[in-house]
């Protein structure tokens, strides 16, 4: 059919390759299963080479374009990631009506949808008159029904979440520690906090909320949130939504190159399920201290590792990196003195950034040391690696104690992270007969129930099917 005809959807993703990698794929998704296309619209700020490779790889299904940029110079120095991330998605709503509008004059657009931190583009998306406003989480039921009942909690828990006697307890939840709870909302005087209040308390206008998650994971929020319930909207688990090895190709190299990358002929030459992968996610990085216990935490382990260095974050934040994926600083030279010659028969080191997919794809990966960003983690599960958990920052220590204590997925990596306390759980982790005998059982279990839910009439694609068929009726 013509453009007219053809049902149309409009994404916007707030900063971060962490919110568009998912809603790229759901797009290719609604494009593949239900001959649907996408406006793909990504901010000015994240302009990366990464972010520039990945938006050149989609199908052309999928139309890209970026909004102007926005001045956020009057923001204060140390302004957190969230706060930015809401700052420019409210001063991008003149820009991004005008471009709705425009949208809509040549093509069926039959819905808009956003991630959490982009809830004020719901504006943009009344003013141009488009029928239904969706909220992508590209985490899990866990952080959804968190802010769900944060507008509650706000009122409820006048003190800090840390100084919680007892972890929070939230329908169908694992029990989580207040302190582990979403770093933005542990300190209540800092913006970012009354921004997701904000968010939170506007999550409820959409339409329907798609979440990047599947139920095997997280089973028993999974069914609470099956249940209809007046003033929440319809939730609809249609994950996990990642990035498949093939299509991963062309943007795992920073910067894009067509050849393969060095890890992967050195995972050729190890044995199968020997090797722990190392990474933080696009935008962490750990202090000096941290990253000098790690090494020798991995060399004492005796395993083989594959490791994703980043510079210290010393200055910063652990989050550091987030608008810009590759270390600004050569990472080789914040490793013990040494390390590398003493490692160099078991371990291997990549600068910045390494393609992940392909790794935890590869038979000789056996473990993944993660910060449990979602995307990571779902990648971890969709591959079948078990994984221990070292969370750093945004909703990732609920990650890690929800995969840890909930499901049994990972194992987490104890507060104190020295040398000898890494070692140890490295090597419990890839060989124990505790713990991570354990994990080493369920994530295969896991592994199989992702897999069966996207398949052909599996639980994602179903719930997928269900949403689109809501466009069915819409006149042209
Ligand atoms: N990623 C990658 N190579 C790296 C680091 C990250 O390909 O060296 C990809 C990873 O596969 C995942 C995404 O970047 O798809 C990171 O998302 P996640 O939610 O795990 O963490 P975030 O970057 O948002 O903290």
Wanted: with cysteine.
């Amino acid at each position: 059919g013509s453009a007219a005809s053809i049902p149309h959807v409009v994404m916007l993703a707030t900063p971060g390759m962490g919110h568009l990698i998912p809603l790229a794929e759901l797009a290719k998704r609604l494009a593949s299963q239900h001959g649907v296309t996408t406006t793909l619209v990504a901010f000015a700020s994240t302009k990366s080479s990464t972010q520039h490779a990945f938006l050149a790889s989609l199908p052309p299904s999928i139309t890209s374009l970026h909004l102007p940029p926005f001045d956020l110079s009057d923001l204060p120095h140390g302004t957190t990631i969230e706060t930015l991330m809401s700052e420019e998605c409210a001063r991008s709503v003149p820009a991004l009506t005008e471009i709705l509008t425009k949208l809509k004059e040549t093509n069926h657009v039959v819905a808009f949808i956003t991630d959490l931190f982009g809830m004020d583009s719901f504006d943009a998306a009344y003013s141009a008159g488009i029928e239904r406003r969706y909220l992508f989480i590209p985490t899990n039921l866990h952080l959804l029904t968190l802010m769900l009942h944060l507008p509650e909690l706000d009122i409820s828990i006048p003190g800090a979440f840390q100084d919680l006697a007892e972890p929070l307890q939230l329908p169908g939840c694992v029990p989580i520690p207040g302190k582990d709870l979403l770093s933005p909302l542990q300190d209540k005087s800092n913006p970012c906090y009354r921004w997701m209040v904000h968010h939170a308390s506007r999550s409820i206008e959409a339409d329907a909320i798609l979440v990047n998650s599947f139920d095997a994971v997280e089973p028993d929020v999974a069914t609470v949130l099956q249940q209809q319930e007046p003033g929440r909207p319809p939730v609809y688990n249609i994950g996990p939504l990642i990035l498949t090895e093939s299509k991963s190709k062309s943007i795992n190299t920073v910067p894009p190159t067509s050849s393969r990358a060095a890890c992967l002929d050195w995972l050729d030459r190890q044995p199968a399920r020997s090797v722990i992968f190392v990474s933080f996610g696009s935008g962490g990085s750990l202090p000096t201290e941290q990253m000098r216990e790690l090494a020798l935490g991995l060399e004492l382990s005796g395993q083989r590792f594959l490791w994703v260095v980043r510079s210290p974050s010393n200055e910063g934040a652990v989050n550091d990196n987030y608008y810009d994926a590759a270390s600004k600083k050569d990472p080789f030279v914040f490793v013990p003195e040494g390390f590398v010659e003493r490692t160099k028969d078991v371990g291997f080191l990549v600068s910045s950034w390494a393609p992940q997919i392909d790794v935890l794809a590869h038979q000789a990966t056996g473990g993944f040391l993660t910060h449990c960003g979602w995307n990571s983690t779902l990648e971890s599960l969709v591959h079948g690696v078990p994984m221990l958990a070292w969370p750093l920052y945004a909703e990732q220590h609920q990650n890690a104690v929800m995969l840890a204590e909930g499901i049994g997925a990972a194992i987490r990596v104890p507060e104190l992270k020295g040398k000898e306390m890494i070692a140890e759980v490295v090597k419990e982790l890839m060989a124990g007969e505790g713990k991570g005998a354990e994990v080493r059982t369920t994530v295969p279990n896991l592994q199989k129930d992702a897999l069966e839910g996207l398949s052909e009439g599996g639980a994602a694609s179903t719930a997928l099917a269900e949403v689109v068929g809501k466009w069915a009726g819409d006149q042209n």
